[in-house]
């Protein structure tokens, strides 16, 4: 009897174990999937200038202001160690470019982060740099933009055509090279 209950509880624990890992776990498996460089080309148009999402300041922020200007974007949450790779090939891209038609933004998954003091917290500790770093709340631009996994860039051609994307980190040079061409 004794040991059909110890076959019982190391049953229940093992069941629990399943359930509290794959509880826990599900954002670590999309950061280490889209960690992986991968590239995918767009053709399609997309209507990105529709998009209203508020700042970081709290100050609402129209997509129709990229019209006419190469666009590089990017999505991040305060969560994915790779984002924090990611800021840095930005920001080391962004000190190479003088042209003003260039634009350098960012979006926050805020919809995918524990609370929303997180995002401010972890700007304030890792970005010092001047930059738009807007924050979907709703998952409006996650919808729009298809994102799936994080990070994920997006090269946008004076039109608003989503020209190139990037799932995964992508490097300050491959960033300079795709907003040259």
């Not at 960690?35 to 922020?61: A, C, F, P, R």
Request: glycine fraction near 6%; charged fraction near 25%.
């Amino acid at each position: 009897m004794k040991h059909l209950h110890l076959i019982i509880l190391c049953f229940l624990l093992f069941i629990g174990g399943v359930f509290f890992l794959k509880s826990t776990n599900d954002r670590v498996l999309v950061e280490k999937a889209m960690s992986q460089n991968g590239d995918v080309e767009l053709q399609s148009s997309n209507d990105i200038y529709k998009l209203s999402l508020d700042t970081v300041e709290g100050n609402k922020y129209s997509l129709d202001a990229l019209a006419g200007k190469r666009t590089f974007l990017f999505f991040f949450t305060s969560w994915c160690h790779v984002c924090q790779e990611q800021w840095q090939q930005v920001l080391e891209a962004k000190a190479t470019q003088q042209d003003s038609s260039l634009e350098f933004m960012a979006i926050n998954l805020t919809k995918e982060e524990f609370g929303e003091s997180d995002v401010g917290n972890y700007l304030s500790q890792y970005i010092k740099e001047n930059m738009t770093i807007l924050l979907d709340k709703e998952g409006e631009a996650q919808r729009q933009f298809d994102v799936k996994g994080i990070p994920t860039s997006f090269f946008i051609g004076e039109e608003g055509n989503v020209i190139y994307r990037q799932d995964g980190l992508i490097m300050a040079d491959d960033i300079i090279k795709k907003m040259t061409e």
